[in-house]
């Protein structure tokens, strides 16, 4: 379905240069219902490490799921996510993220089927109500309609777009910021190794901000990928890679090249285990 988010340049996702980063799955415990997976995970940042455990457990004959369960030594739980999947309502879903330790945490009420998708997302801070947004799309033999509303304490902003999608091609219009910005997205994939898209961004009034990138698959175990953004300010050269060194080890880095303005170079690396 036609997205908010369903941008080309995000479809050929890039690693991000985040903290580096590592994590482990550990063999799932058997109980009731499902097996209860665990990850632990590692964050160096600024020269200090922090841990956090998490678990998963699903239900599938009530449709419950615990998506997400952490704890960490500094605020003891974490973040909390669970998702109720069977509703006298086929094809709802109930998820809620919350986070104890900050008093947030959010719900989203969603409904699917074939051809058409609605989404209505509350968010709390501190116990009390932040936002709420709703979505809707319909698809039918490739034609893509969606819309997008958002509120605060008044109407935050409006997004309405219009795609087209093949099995090699994705096309749209979009505009936002109660329409006064428009935005045309491309993505080819010429073969089954290499994706290449695009993106045009203007309010009509300024020089449009412009970008490109690429994703090329060297084998089976390595894909390389690069994007360049152009906007008035500065322009920006990303680079990543990812690399299946061994069965359920995967290596990812990536790096930042500043073409202009006052930003300095960026990198970050990440390696998962199991």
Known sequence: RLSRCQ???????LVACTPHRTSSSHPPWQVNGGP???TSEATEKKGSLAGAVSAKWEHKETGFSLTKATLCPTNGVGKLEFKVAKLPVGGAEVEVKTEPSKSSGSVECTYSNDTLFAG?????DKMKYKSATMSTSMGYDGIQVGGQVSFTDSLKDVWVGLGYATKQYF???EAEKKMSSFTVKALAKPSGDLSVACSATS????????????AYKLNSDMTVKGKY?????????DCAFNYSALSK????GGVGIPMGGTGGMSFGCGLTLG
């Open 249 to 252: 080890v995967v290596l990812v």
């Open 203 to 214: 309010d009509l009034k300024s020089p449009p901000a412009v970008g490109a990138a690429a």
């Open 171 to 173: 096309g749209s219009i």
């Open 36 to 38: 209860i997976t665990f």
């Open 7 to 13: 941008d080309p340049l995000t479809l050929i996702a």
């Open 120 to 124: 209505l997302l509350v968010k709390a």
């Open 229 to 237: 953004t152009v906007a008035s300010d500065a322009s920006k050269l």
